[in-house]
């Protein structure tokens, strides 16, 4: 089972990243999918999660009203769309999935999360 997160990259203040994670192994399809960052020196903290259908979603207050959250289960796969980036929003970004189909609810803790992708750094310049 494998989580292929990939989009990073070097972007000014005010611009867009998406950033997109590629499950494989297994469909993921019942499961709750989660973004994580962990900035240098700092805890990795929740950004973003979706329910298993793509209809219930949450965010992190940091994250609220500039990211989005989606999910293409067809394609075994979730997006981050990342707007209006800021330099503290710089670091390594991490998708994860639930791993037991517990996705009738987006999931905050990393603790509910069996599988984590590799991640993919993501770094805002001013």
């Known amino acids: 089972v494998q989580l292929q997160a990939s989009g990073g990259g070097l972007v000014q203040a005010g611009g867009s990243l998406r950033l997109s994670c590629a499950a494989s192994g297994r469909a993921f399809t019942g499961d709750a999918m989660g973004w994580f960052r962990q900035a240098p020196g700092k805890e990795r903290e929740f950004i973003a999660a979706?329910?298993?259908?793509?209809?219930?979603?949450d965010y992190a207050d940091s994250a609220r009203d500039r990211f989005t959250i989606s999910r293409d289960n067809a394609r075994n796969t979730v997006y981050l769309q990342m707007n209006n980036l800021k330099p503290e929003d710089t670091a390594v970004y991490y998708c994860a999935a639930d791993g037991e189909g517990w996705g009738t609810s987006p999931h905050r803790l990393p603790q509910m999360y069996a599988y984590w992708g590799q991640g993919t750094l993501v770094t805002v310049s001013s």
């Open positions: 979706v329910d298993y259908g793509g209809s219930s979603t």
